[in-house]
């Protein structure tokens, strides 16, 4: 099955949780994963974040689901890097 | 738990709503029941019983208000900032962390708000309880209860000053001055 490696997110995301609290909270969902977020722009009520996430196997849903959860909102997915399965042994 | 109501209360900036509520409601209830043993105690010849039931009354009466208008207007501004959200995110709040700040933080506001006049009270009348059920004080109950008082809003003159970043002991004697002006108006007036 195929490991997601690395996503890039476009999120609209109020102030409150700040953008380290919202990084932490995304970070929680993966094993060993890093996250990465630019502030791009910020208006009255929200910000709009680029949002870095690479590790072994990210767990987009889960990360779509805490965006969600903190009151963000993905606007669009901006790059992704997949790794596909190891060679089973009928293709060796 | 306590974590858990911590990060809505952050979530929804209310720590200072709830502290200012604290204060504000509880030297409210502080200097209602101190006004009340002071006329009391003019008066002279008011029972022990008599001032715990009329005190009581006041309490109750002080953390019901507390309760209901403070749950009614934190809801209401709740629900309207979660509404300039959603219109700001273009997204459905209700099932996020701010929906459920919207829910659990009047809840908690009111709670505050309602306890903290009640919890005062309870606590300047404790002499006159005391004296009730036969527990010897150095001092008759009433001029105990006006003592415990005192020692009330002192307190929360300190909480006020500690919290603000102000001169706390200041704060205090601030809080206590307006106490004895109080009194001195009451005991002026003969009531």
Same mark, same amino acid.
């Given at each position: 099955?195929?490991?997601?490696?690395?996503?890039?997110?476009?999120?609209?995301?109020?102030?409150?949780?700040?953008?380290? @609290?919202?990084?932490?909270?995304? %970070?929680?969902?993966? !094993?060993?994963? /890093?996250?990465?977020?630019?502030?791009?722009?910020? +208006?009255?009520?929200?910000?709009?974040?680029?949002?870095?996430?690479?590790? @072994?196997?990210?767990?987009?849903? %889960?990360?779509?689901? !805490?965006?969600? /959860?903190?009151?963000?909102?993905?606007?669009?997915? +901006?790059?992704?890097?997949?790794?596909?399965?190891?060679?089973?042994?009928?293709?060796? | 738990?306590?974590?858990?109501?911590?990060?809505?209360?952050?979530?929804?900036?209310?720590?200072?709503?709830?502290?200012?509520?604290?204060?504000?409601?509880?030297?409210?209830?502080?200097?209602?029941?101190?006004?009340?043993?002071?006329?009391?105690?003019?008066?002279?010849?008011?029972?022990?019983?008599?001032?715990?039931?009329?005190?009581?009354?006041?309490?109750?009466?002080?953390?019901?208000?507390?309760?209901?208008?403070?749950?009614?207007?934190?809801?209401?501004?709740?629900?309207?900032?979660?509404?300039?959200?959603?219109?700001?995110?273009?997204?459905?709040?209700?099932?996020?962390?701010?929906?459920?700040?919207?829910?659990?933080?009047?809840?908690?506001?009111?709670?505050?708000?309602?306890?903290?006049?009640?919890?005062?009270?309870?606590?300047?009348?404790?002499?006159?309880?005391?004296?009730?059920?036969?527990?010897?004080?150095?001092?008759?109950?009433?001029?105990?209860?006006?003592?415990?008082?005192?020692?009330?809003?002192?307190?929360?003159?300190?909480?006020?000053?500690?919290?603000?970043?102000?001169?706390?002991?200041?704060?205090?004697?601030?809080?206590?001055?307006?106490?004895?002006?109080?009194?001195?108006?009451?005991?002026?007036?003969?009531?």
């Amino acid at each position: 099955m195929a490991k997601v490696k690395r996503i890039v997110l476009d999120v609209l995301k109020p102030h409150q949780p700040s953008v380290l @609290e919202f990084a932490k909270a995304i %970070a929680d969902q993966g !094993t060993r994963c /890093n996250v990465k977020i630019t502030v791009e722009e910020v +208006d009255e009520k929200t910000e709009s974040v680029t949002l870095v996430m690479e590790g @072994e196997n990210v767990p987009f849903d %889960a990360v779509v689901d !805490t965006i969600n /959860n903190l009151g963000g909102s993905l606007h669009s997915i +901006d790059g992704v890097e997949v790794e596909g399965p190891d060679a089973s042994p009928d293709q060796k | 738990m306590i974590q858990r109501l911590r990060f809505l209360l952050n979530l929804s900036r209310a720590h200072g709503i709830a502290r200012r509520y604290f204060f504000t409601n509880g030297y409210d209830g502080a200097l209602t029941i101190l006004g009340l043993i002071v006329a009391f105690y003019t008066t002279g010849d008011v029972p022990t019983h008599t001032a715990i039931s009329a005190c009581l009354g006041a309490a109750i009466a002080l953390c019901i208000s507390g309760l209901t208008s403070a749950y009614i207007s934190e809801s209401e501004e709740r629900k309207k900032e979660l509404a300039e959200l959603e219109r700001a995110l273009v997204t459905d709040l209700g099932d996020s962390e701010f929906g459920k700040a919207s829910q659990w933080v009047p809840v908690w506001i009111s709670l505050v708000n309602g306890l903290a006049p009640f919890l005062v009270s309870l606590f300047i009348i404790a002499p006159l309880w005391m004296d009730q059920i036969g527990i010897a004080l150095p001092f008759p109950p009433l001029e105990s209860a006006i003592g415990f008082a005192l020692l009330a809003i002192f307190f929360l003159g300190l909480f006020l000053g500690k919290t603000s970043g102000s001169f706390w002991l200041w704060s205090g004697l601030r809080a206590l001055l307006i106490a004895v002006v109080t009194c001195l108006i009451i005991f002026a007036l003969k009531l």
